[in-house]
């Protein structure tokens, strides 16, 4: 199953897409607030009209998360074009919710304070059912799904500040979409990025040094993950800088493709 967030007559709606169309979910924007929930079962989950188009409609980012939880250094060959150790433990920070934008949306280039941001390609898992110290073997029923993510990152300000909080913060620095696949194994499958057409990632979750199970699991002895909530899987090798006017795209097997395009940023001070 698919599920979509998007916005029709004056507000934002979620909804399933089957055969090109979306059908509008009952009970109003379930994913926009799904964390105030215990759970999102998508058995219970019902549909009424009507049927639209999925041309017709503007898809927002498919949750609103309580929070971001993001991996950093999670493949191999990631840690290597950065000369790190592979972490014997998941490197763990946080993404604020302020940060996430939709498919098709802008990124917009902080350019009054960096010089360098990033296109960081991700899997991102999402949330179904209030997570607390979850073993790795209970973690699949603790997921409602899969979607693309692109980690944004001023690698200037990460280098310069002593944690990631500036660097990975900027509001439009975390694009997730263009919608959760609910069926889908996470294990084994491709990811790349494209930065104007041109693939410069290309790497495969098997490659993950923490998988998704192992990092849920990990991430619930810490804190208590909410439905809607992702975790950001980290991002193989490949990340390149990005300038105003490029177009990004993080495309996954299973999923789909997540397109942006950066923008520069137009207020002054
Ligand atoms: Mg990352």
Not at 62 to 81: M, T
Request: contains cysteine.
């Amino acid at each position: 199953m698919r599920l979509a967030r998007f916005y029709a007559d004056g507000r934002a709606r979620s909804g399933v897409i089957e055969d090109g169309s979306i059908i509008e979910l009952t009970g109003g924007d379930l994913l926009g607030c799904a964390s105030v929930r215990d759970s999102l079962d998508i058995e219970a989950i019902e549909t009424g009209d009507p049927r639209r188009p999925l041309e017709e409609v503007r898809l927002l980012a498919p949750v609103v998360p309580s929070k971001i939880v993001a991996v950093g250094l999670n493949y191999r060959a990631h840690a290597a074009e950065f000369s790190k150790e592979i972490p014997a433990e998941p490197m763990l920070f946080l993404k604020p919710s302020t940060s996430v934008v939709g498919p098709g949306d802008e990124i917009v280039y902080p350019s009054h304070m960096s010089r360098r941001v990033d296109f960081e390609g991700e899997l991102a898992v999402v949330i179904g059912r209030v997570a607390r110290d979850v073993s790795v073997r209970d973690a699949p029923g603790f997921i409602l799904g899969y979607t693309c993510f692109n980690d944004v990152t001023a690698r200037d300000l990460q280098g310069r500040d002593v944690q990631y909080t500036r660097a990975k913060g900027f509001d439009t620095f975390a694009p997730v979409g263009p919608w959760i696949e609910t069926a889908l194994d996470p294990l084994d499958l491709r990811i790349e990025s494209y930065l104007n057409g041109e693939r410069r990632q290309d790497a495969s979750t098997r490659d993950m040094i923490f998988n998704v199970y192992e990092l849920l699991s990990f991430v619930s002895r810490v804190m208590t993950l909410l439905p809607g909530d992702i975790i950001a899987t980290g991002t193989p090798s490949g990340v390149g800088k990005m300038k105003p006017g490029d177009e990004v795209e993080v495309r996954i097997e299973g999923i789909g493709s997540l397109v942006n395009t950066v923008v520069q940023r137009r207020t002054c001070t």
